[in-house]
């Protein structure tokens, strides 16, 4: 059964640092997705992806956020400067339709010292 | 911002028994909803879906049901079996937007 791929499964960065959390969607969904969860809190949506351009953001994805589609395959979160609040567990998510169930990967736990 | 709420953060269940888990929402706007289990370290699996323009949805062992007057939705799993024991979350996306937004969880406890 098709299933949505993270790397790297835990990150340890220090304040400060870029990462790159990348992610393989399912191959033939179009559109493509980043929530986050905070220990202890609810799943949060951070911004959808589709034709190669952001549809639509939260509050919490700010200008550190970036997302891009560098090849056919690969969908990518980098958050250019991290900080201590930026720990948590990101999923990575693919829908065949927007309107439609939305399927997540195992998830990249980021932890910020 | 409690769009989307699961009132009951716990429970348990025999196994074999009906669990049910619900799940309430504010927004009018909201026209489909979906249900996800998940287990500690990994990510949230779908189980079930439901527009606004049905009442039930089912699948297998598992059952939808959504209230719209009263927005409220609930899922049904009968009979709940010990691997059924994860935290539950229900998720809301309104007309014209992209985005899921999820309750707070249930942790679902099966015992056998």
Redesign the interface.
């Known amino acids: 059964e098709p299933e949505?791929t993270?790397t790297p499964s835990h990150q340890v960065t220090q304040m400060g640092q870029e990462v790159i959390l990348r992610c393989v969607p399912i191959s033939n969904h179009l559109?493509f997705?980043w929530?986050r969860q905070i220990l202890g809190q609810?799943?949060?949506?951070l911004v959808?992806f589709?034709n190669n351009e952001i549809?639509?953001k939260?509050e919490i994805f700010d200008d550190q956020f970036s997302v891009e589609r560098p090849d056919g395959s690969n969908f990518t979160l980098k958050i250019r400067s991290t900080k201590l609040e930026d720990s948590a567990m990101y999923?990575c998510?693919s829908s065949e339709l927007?309107?439609h169930?939305?399927?997540?990967?195992?998830?990249t736990r980021l932890t910020v010292t | 911002d409690q769009q989307v709420k699961q009132n009951s953060p716990s429970l348990s269940v025999q196994e074999g028994r009906i669990s049910i888990l619900n799940c309430d929402y504010t927004n009018s706007m909201f026209d489909y909803f979906l249900w996800y289990k998940k287990y500690p370290a990994e990510g949230p699996t779908f189980l079930i879906s439901i527009s606004s323009i049905k009442d039930k949805n089912e699948d297998g062992r598992f059952t939808v049901f959504l209230n719209k007057s009263a927005k409220h939705l609930s899922l049904h799993i009968v009979p709940s079996q010990p691997g059924d024991s994860a935290v539950y979350f229900c998720a809301a996306s309104a007309s014209g937007t992209y985005k899921y937004i999820f309750g707070t969880g249930t942790r679902l406890k099966v015992l056998a």
Do not use: L
């Open positions: 949505v993270q559109y997705y929530y609810k799943v949060e949506f959808s589709y549809s639509e939260s999923f998510a927007r309107v169930e939305q399927y997540f990967g195992p998830g």
